[in-house]
């Protein structure tokens, strides 16, 4: 399968979507940094939308996302700070132990509220976040995962007309998430790893390339 073979499901090929994305919202927990480490090398270094990523990792531990990921990626890689603007072809990783949220600006906001399906940063909260920010200027990536986070915040970015892009379950290391995600609705893009990143690819694309 190559670029010009992938359409969505309501029959659009990628390049329709292109310039209409501010940012991007990637939710995945087991299999993650697998998932990421084959992912994100193949961003091109155009890419224009922020890319925000919620990653389950344990609470208790430093995490070194920034460190693993940076050196594997063409874009700058940050971890998210509190009321940070948001910045164009930057990728943010939601620290551990705390909730990634977009605010107004739009800029960054960390919350230490309750866990989200156990979990802290939650996929949903970022999804539901961004959302409501972004609307139809957001698309929303679900990948490997052993629980069901994300799934409910994926229909908010679907609801609020946003791109939504699944990672096909029977290719994920852990097929839950993508499985409860697909499970609440209709999703744009369910596609192994190499073609949503060339999907991401034209999302992040100028309008005028």
């Known amino acids: 399968m190559n670029g010009t073979d992938i359409l969505s499901t309501s029959?659009?090929?990628?390049?329709?979507?292109?310039?209409?994305?501010?940012?991007?919202?990637?939710?995945?927990?087991a299999g993650g940094v697998e998932a990421l480490s084959f992912l994100l090398p193949l961003l091109p270094r155009t890419f224009r939308p922020a890319l925000l990523i919620v990653l389950h990792i344990p609470p208790e531990r430093p995490s070194l996302l920034v460190d693993i990921f940076a050196p594997r990626c063409p874009l700058p890689v940050r971890e998210a700070q509190d009321k940070e603007p948001v910045r164009p072809g930057t990728v943010y990783f939601a620290p551990p132990d705390y909730h990634l949220m977009v605010d107004t600006g739009p800029s960054l906001s960390l919350s230490v509220d309750e866990p989200v399906h156990y979990s802290r940063p939650s996929i949903d909260v970022l999804f539901e976040s961004a959302a409501y920010i972004y609307g139809a200027r957001l698309a929303a990536v679900i990948l490997t995962g052993a629980n069901e986070d994300g799934a409910r915040g994926l229909a908010a970015v679907r609801a609020a007309g946003g791109v939504t892009l699944v990672q096909s379950p029977e290719t994920a290391h852990m097929p839950v998430m993508p499985a409860a995600a697909l499970a609440r609705g209709p999703v744009d893009f369910v596609l192994p790893l190499a073609q949503l990143a060339q999907v991401l690819g034209e999302l992040g694309a100028d309008s005028k390339a």
């Open 11 to 29: 029959g659009l090929r990628p390049e329709a979507f292109r310039g209409r994305v501010s940012a991007v919202v990637l939710g995945v927990s």
